[in-house]
């Protein structure tokens, strides 16, 4: 049995940055630190800020499993009751007026996910801008920046590729963060005598995930999602040579920019929502023309009926703010905001509404 | 559709051959050979890699490999004098040898000598371990191989290489050296081009590779026909366009088969069986190849061809000759610290790095 790399107790886990094996306390310890130093080093939370976490329940989300949502839902609203904090559903007919199983059955199981994609990013812009928050965080991991520079590299596109290990995003109406973007949330356990790849929050017992309580099947209706489960064993190949390899992947990433003599398209405003779009109307608007097969308008309601529960409490400390955000972004897609007495999140879902 | 059903895209025959994608353009056999060999004489011709009063004298690598020896026979061919459109270079042949066997090497040696009237110029033996060589003797002067018979070099290589922490580390080491090593054997030649047999598939999987080991900002140089990092000395990377399919046929259509050496694929004992991060690059991209994905080497490469370090700091790093950003005291850059911190022998390495450091001066 090895040893914590730290205090000596019985190790259970292995780090995947350097490999060093660690107990449960001072891996933890040392993770939270590691999004700490992320904050601060970018200097990405000021006071008074406010913060919404996007918050999908689990791994991953496909369309093409109705179950898979709704136990989504249900594990985002015990998020919500293990961390006090408020919980603003919103869903695809309320902002778009369509639901993603209409839009499957107008389209057909082609292009789904990039419907679903997009609306999604866009529901998260709503999100933020309907609760005030000034900073949207997402979950993505320093694996999922590695798999995206290299799907950028082999597809060609050198605009996204630019900017996809980007740490801020702030061309939105709420800057967007990438705090997990240089940090590995899985993690090695020691299990029946092997290293055994286990996602972080199932083993660790942080918040609660749709893992937890089974697996559920991806669906791969996709080429794109084909392409992505290759590159996404290649990357575990690399990582299990070299550790180093997945942050060395997203430093070449940050390192390279598009020679002077390479075009790019030049961003403006979407004709229809004021988006930011390289054409006369940005993606969301141009996919649900198409749907509507007439002209789109900006329908949108602003319903008294979304929820959206505050809790009060007193201000946090600075360190335990800092120890809060640590354990926070820890969630996948986890959507919450924060103000400076109070804090609050929304999910994105597909479903009506539901009052909370 | 069968490629029988079709006709070559040049000329009114049957196509019997394709490049990568079957969909695309299809040949027949004398017009696919036309086509290859145009790609090898564009990539030259499109730089002015030899006009406008430019030296002719040119080093070529020759490792014994599939593309090495379809290097060789190009360029046999275009130097005879009936060749149409005559390349118009001036060659010294140096084969680099890799082997850490005194036996493997002289099979080699003895290999070579049989194919050396291909092409008529001086041939020159240099072992990778010429790289601890600070004073090298005129390779032309003796057909002795350097780092050989003078001085005795090859146990200090191999203990470099067996003191690497993971074969990552040796396979990225042997190449920055081998780099090195062309370079420094051209300048003592007086010779500022070197002309190297890196093949499309090579390069992506390289490419693949670098960016894996943070060298993001140098994919450019490293995936390009015309490198010119290393002051003086240009690389010349011909067959970037060509793959190793087109290779394997050119090579079986002119019999230049012959010219491939009986190389050992793993020189060190540690090597055998272990998988090192340019070894599954290449696996990656040959299994996207054969699942269909036909564009990915183009794509790659496209993608590197647009690639560049932001102009900020303009530091060089001694041992690969890209350009980083660093402090004034770090010598190399952030990739090459990390391999050279892998490496066990310090002592070792050292002297390795003192050598080369003569060769920027």
Redesign the interface.
Known sequence: MARCWQCDASACVKRSKDGKPACIVCFTEAFEAEVHDVIKTYGLFGRGKKVAVGASGGKDSTVLIHGYRDHSLKAVKRNRNDYGLPLVIMTYKQLYGWTMDEIVAAIGARNNCTFCGVFRRRALDRGAAECGADIVATGHNADDIAETVLLNVLRGDLARLQRCTDIITDKFAATTLNLLRGIQTHIYSWRYGEAFLASLQIFLKIGDVLGSEGCLPRAKPLKYIFEKDIVIKYVKELERLQPRAILDLIKSGEAICARSDVSFPKLTACEKCGCMSSQKLCKACLLLQGLFMSEYHLGVRKSSRNAFNVSCGAPFPIVLFSCFVGKLVEMTYALCSYVCTSFGSFYVDYEQLIDL | MSLEMRRCVKCPDMATLCCTDAKKAVYCRPCFTQMVKHKFSSSIGKRRLYKDGEKRETLIVYNGTNSGAFLLSVISQGLRADAHKRLTLVPTVMVLLRETNEGLINNIKNEVELIKECIPCPWIFVHIAAIFDNIISDPRASSDICGIEHTIKVPEWTCLLTSCS?S?VREELEHLCSNMLCVKIAQKLGINKVMLSASADELASK??S????????S??HAANVVDKRCGSVTLIRPLREISEKEIAFMNRFEKSDRYILNIQKDRVKADIGE???QS??RD?IS??IM?G?TG?IT??L??AN?????ATNRSRCMLCASVY?GEKNERYC??CT?ILDEVGDKVLLKQLLDCICVIGQ
């Open positions: 993971s990552s490419t693949l670098s960016l894996a080991l943070a060298r993001g900002p994919v450019f998988p090192s991060l599954i690059s990656f299994n996207l699942d994905f990915t794509t790659i496209g993608t647009k690639l560049q370090a932001p950003e952030f990739s990390s």
